[in-house]
Nanobody, 124 residues
């Protein structure tokens, strides 16, 4: 079992940037594909992007492609979400998740382990 803890969420203005981190404990992250999701009030939890076990491949939702970047450091057991050109519609709770599946899973059900989330608020 792996325990995930997100950090880095805060309030920023439109056009700003944030860097979210996901720290893992319990097991090495190199055994998992990792992803970021977000959930706005009253909405579904949406997939943002995923990174494979080795960090060599990534896949992004169209809504964040070109603005968000996922990276990982397996030696430090961390995954990072760099968010640029933030918009008010990016306001949500952001979650990292771990999957035992190979490749780049992009469905919520593919991810077994979840963090508690970190709040990002983008004001206009």
């Amino acid at each position: 079992q792996v325990l995930l803890v997100e950090s880095g969420g805060e309030s920023v203005q439109t056009g700003g940037s944030l860097r979210l981190s996901c720290a893992a404990s319990g097991r090495t992250l190199r055994s998992y594909a990792m992803a970021w999701f977000r959930q706005a009030p009253g909405k579904e939890r949406d997939f943002l992007g995923a990174i494979d076990r080795g960090g060599g491949s990534t896949y992004y939702a169209d809504s964040v492609k070109g603005r968000f970047t996922i990276s990982r450091d397996n030696a430090k057991n961390t995954v990072t979400l760099q968010m640029n050109s933030l918009k008010p519609e990016d306001t949500a709770v952001y979650y990292c998740a771990a999957s035992t599946l190979v490749g780049l899973p992009f469905t919520r059900g593919a991810y077994r382990y979840w963090g508690q989330g970190t709040q990002v608020t983008v004001s206009s």
